[in-house]
């Protein structure tokens, strides 16, 4: 037998759906395979929690009280204003994980073995994203108890709570592209990590996550009312019933569409990241 | 018609580094080629266009009859990559690992879990199948390397520097599951700063250096280019180095080289064992005292540098940091 004949009968034996059916396999294929890590390395999903409810704890006692929102210093409603805030700061840190993971992944060569193999491109990526989405899931679960403990309730009806938490995954998902295409430039996992956090302070900070942001100078009012961030935290108050009696709704379009802000940003967050990085995976070298 | 591997004029530039130069290959079906040279030679960055994670800037390749520039993604369906940079994830189990390989080759759950069974077994990993790959020896693990590139019994399969790293005994186990493969008619190709991995293990060799292949030819091939056969001598003491050299002189074919320091003496010749009991009894005659004489036939060690004017292993900077 020829090496022709013996290749053609095992090149591609094209399975069940084509394409995108190979697609969706090789995706779930790698994010079955990172539910599994984070199952065995369970730390990184204690310690990805265990901020956030510092967060929920801290500014809840000690900010509530000191801030107004509404027009009102009670703390029980600043304890309800902030906790949209804090599940949306803390679905961005899905950006750490995915870059720290890939940037993993091709440091101790995984990604050259995966790159030899004939899977669908932009699988490692998608299934990356998608296990980070499984864990952003289960952390925002627990995150909502904790704040249900320390006095958070929903007012509009748990479909429109829903959608709010809906929003917040597909922030999370987003910012997990982000994370992508972080972890495949720095390529060390200590970078991905350092360098997937620090940005995401002014970002969730320069936001109307935890005050108001009528209060701002100028400059940084306007940021914040078009940061991306703040659309997804304004859609989830409005969502969860969260916006105190009296609470100015600013001016700018996305303060007052905050639904259709946050879907448009989440959705072109992920069309631009996700092809730049599958893009640079493409080219990736370990 | 070319072989299962084939590489033409390959060139390929990282920043101002010319990793290769016109690097041509020709390895024809069933057979092992061995890349030997030093770490920084290009003999990874080969394998990395010959396996689709890199692009020439130049050149053609194929494999197992296959365009690698134009069908990459055919090309992976019949290679197997294995060694330094194929790793495993040490968080899944072997059998994990495997049945992942398996799904990602586009074999169906059934075939990947039964697959990875039968190489489990083969591979004498069966007891630690369902332990994290963490967990395993240095030679656990390459032996789960090799068995990821095997999953689908490619044609062709690559393997970077498949020993590296591993104590003699399980390179010696390594060795012989690759003489396995091999007469199962599996073309390969391997790269190693091993000699002796590349004498043992390959048909033909192919040196490379600065990004060419600056010699090629079989192990016996290559060793006769060296020249033949030398006789070295270890004089006992510093004084009967002059002595030593002029007999050495007489009955050798060309100069000979004096290492002082070691009181070595080293010369060329034609006349094997009859010749160096002559050289013995006439150095005893002229009372020099040895320390150690011998017969050395040219090593893979000594061709190496006889072509490239250094040994294979002085370049300490690791491969590796080149992208």
Redesign the interface.
């Known amino acids: 037998m020829?090496?022709?004949e013996?290749?053609a009968r095992?090149?591609?034996?094209p399975?069940r759906g084509g394409a995108v059916g190979?697609s969706v396999?090789?995706s779930l294929?790698i994010a079955?395979?990172n539910l599994?890590?984070m199952v065995?390395?369970p730390e990184v999903v204690v310690f990805a929690l265990i901020q956030p409810i510092m967060f929920v704890v801290l500014f809840s006692y000690v900010f509530g009280g000191s801030i107004a929102v509404g027009g009102s210093t009670k703390p029980s409603l600043y304890r309800e204003f902030l906790m949209a805030g804090i599940f949306a700061q803390t679905v961005t840190f899905a950006t750490a994980g995915a870059g720290a993971g890939i940037a993993d992944d091709m440091h101790?060569?995984?990604v050259?073995?995966?790159?030899?193999?004939?899977?669908a491109r932009g699988a490692v990526l998608t299934g990356r994203t998608l296990a980070d989405l499984v864990q952003t899931a289960l952390t925002l679960v627990v995150l909502a108890v904790v704040a249900v403990i320390v006095g958070w309730r929903i007012h509009d009806g748990v479909l429109r709570a829903l959608a709010g938490f809906a929003l917040l995954l597909l922030l999370g998902y987003a910012f997990s592209w982000i994370g992508a295409l972080i972890g495949l430039s720095v390529r060390t996992p200590e970078a991905a990590t350092s360098g997937g956090l620090i940005w995401l302070f002014p970002l969730t900070f320069i936001s109307n996550a935890f005050v108001p942001s009528g209060n701002m100078p100028t400059v940084l009012r306007v940021i914040a009312e078009w940061n991306p961030f703040s659309a997804t935290v304004q859609a989830a108050r409005e969502l969860f019933g969260n916006l105190p009696p009296g609470y100015p709704v600013p001016g700018a379009w996305p303060m007052r569409h905050p639904v259709w802000a946050s879907l448009l940003w989440s959705v072109l967050i992920i069309a631009v990241f996700r092809w730049l990085s599958v893009r640079k995976y493409r080219?990736a070298?370990? | 018609m070319p072989g299962a591997i084939y590489a033409e004029g390959l060139v390929k530039v990282f920043g101002e580094v010319r990793a290769l130069d016109g690097v041509d290959l020709d390895v024809p079906e069933g057979t092992v080629l061995g890349l030997l040279g030093p770490n920084g030679a290009g003999k990874t960055t080969t394998v990395r266009v010959l396996t689709t994670l890199v692009r020439p800037e130049r050149g053609s390749a194929s494999v197992a009859g296959i365009d690698v520039l134009e069908h990459p993604d055919a090309v992976r369906h019949s290679i197997g990559v294995s060694g330094q940079f194929a790793a495993v994830d040490e968080y899944l189990t072997g059998r994990e690992n495997l049945r992942m390989v398996g799904r990602l080759y586009q074999l169906d759950g059934r075939q990947a879990k039964k697959r990875a069974g039968e190489l489990l077994d083969r591979f004498h990993l069966a007891d630690a199948a369902d332990r994290p790959a963490k967990t395993y020896s240095g030679g656990m693990r390459r032996r789960l390397d090799l068995a990821a590139a095997l999953v689908v019994s490619p044609p062709v399969m690559f393997m970077d520097e498949p020993t590296t790293g591993l104590d003699p005994r399980n390179r010696q186990q390594l060795w012989e599951v690759i003489e396995e493969l091999v007469a199962g008619g599996t073309t390969l190709l391997l790269t190693t700063q091993y000699l002796e991995e590349a004498d043992r293990l390959a048909h033909d060799i192919a040196v490379v250096d600065h990004g060419r292949v600056i010699a090629r030819g079989t192990s016996d091939q290559l060793k006769a280019r060296t020249g033949g056969e030398r006789v070295e001598v270890v004089v006992h003491r510093r004084e009967h180095i002059a002595t030593a050299g002029e007999v050495l002189r007489r009955f050798g074919d060309g100069a000979t080289a004096v290492e002082e320091h070691t009181r070595r003496i080293t010369v060329p010749v034609s006349g094997g064992a009859r010749l160096l009991a002559e050289i013995i009894r006439e150095l005893d005659a002229h009372g020099v005292e040895m320390d150690d004489i011998a017969l050395r036939r040219p090593t893979l060690d000594d061709v190496f540098i006889a072509l490239t004017g250094h040994a294979a292993e002085a370049e300490e900077e690791r491969e590796g940091t080149v992208p």
Request: glycine fraction near 6%.
């Open positions: 020829t090496v022709a013996r290749t095992r090149t591609p034996v399975r190979q396999r090789d294929v079955w395979r599994i890590r065995r390395i101790k060569g995984l050259d073995r995966f790159r030899s193999l004939p899977m080219s070298t370990g």
